[in-house]
């Protein structure tokens, strides 16, 4: 996440339509300018049948196995701190739009950067732990957190719930995390590439997670773009599969995880 803002540099877009800058902000630019070069990256019909149901399949055995995990967490949050159980927040999720000036000029609301939906993941912070800071970068021994909250932190354990996510269609197990419309909103200033990461639906883990720690500056951010769009580049189930059992020993052994 990011809490600071500023320009990217202007690119010209080649091409028969041209038009007026201030319809085309400069992240819009450099956006369409990389797309050419990373690729729409949107599977075919027969593919992404295929990933769904792969999804589908392991997310479902995953809840059955874990159900007596889920109920034991739920348990723990609610008796250690006040507040729900679940933390619920809007993130941005799959942009199936076409790329290009086009895609940009014809929209009827505010361009979030993908479909927006709910995540859903176990509380680890106190309640209205941001109502004085705001959205600030994560950081070891962070005074939001509780301290249930910071070992389900390091063990990914409050990601969970996001299984339910993956059987509604909002995600996949592997993917490029998502991110609140406001922080996306900031990043995509900052980052020209950043927007790129919506050609591939969110996941639970993926390429960026672990390789990556929690986001603690705008380099990280970028850091974890280059390998989001990596993974794209690359998409494929024997990916999604290695990934998932990398995952494995990241979670066990608490790499980057606070």
């Known amino acids: 996440m990011g809490t600071?803002?500023?320009g990217?540099?202007?690119?010209?877009?080649?091409?028969?339509?041209a038009a007026p800058a201030r319809y085309r902000p400069a992240w819009s630019r450099?956006?369409?300018?990389?797309?050419n070069h990373v690729?729409?990256?949107v599977p075919g019909e027969a593919r992404e049948w295929a990933h769904r149901t792969v999804n589908v399949t392991l997310a479902l055995l995953a809840v059955l196995a874990l159900l007596p995990?889920?109920?034991?967490?739920?348990v723990l949050v609610r008796l250690t701190s006040r507040g729900p159980v679940f933390y619920l927040q809007e993130r941005v999720g799959l942009d199936r739009r076409l790329p290009g000036p086009g895609a940009q000029n014809h929209r009827r609301g505010p361009d979030l950067g993908g479909q927006p939906f709910t995540i859903v993941k176990f509380r680890t912070m106190y309640v209205d732990a941001e109502r004085l800071s705001g959205a600030v970068w994560a950081q070891p021994?962070?005074?939001?957190?509780?301290?249930?909250?910071?070992?389900l932190r390091q063990y990914r354990l409050d990601e969970l719930p996001q299984l339910w996510n993956v059987l509604r269609g909002d995600m996949n197990i592997v993917g490029p995390r998502p991110e609140r419309p406001s922080i996306f909103a900031e990043l995509r200033g900052h980052i020209a590439e950043y927007p790129l990461r919506q050609r591939a639906k969110p996941g639970i883990t993926g390429l960026a997670q672990i390789n990556h720690h929690?986001?603690?500056s705008l380099d990280d951010v970028r850091t974890k773009v280059r390998y989001d769009l990596e993974y794209i580049r690359r998409k494929s189930l024997r990916e999604d599969l290695r990934i998932m059992l990398r995952t494995i020993p990241v979670v066990l052994l608490r790499k980057g995880g606070w």
């Open 214 to 216: 929690y986001d603690r």
């Open 69 to 74: 995990v889920f109920v034991l967490l739920a």
């Open 8 to 17: 990217v540099r202007r690119r010209h877009i080649s091409g028969s339509y």
């Open 141 to 151: 021994q962070d005074p939001r957190i509780t301290p249930l909250g910071r070992v």
């Open 4 to 6: 600071a803002t500023s």
């Open 30 to 35: 450099a956006y369409t300018r990389a797309v």
């Open 39 to 41: 690729g729409r990256a």
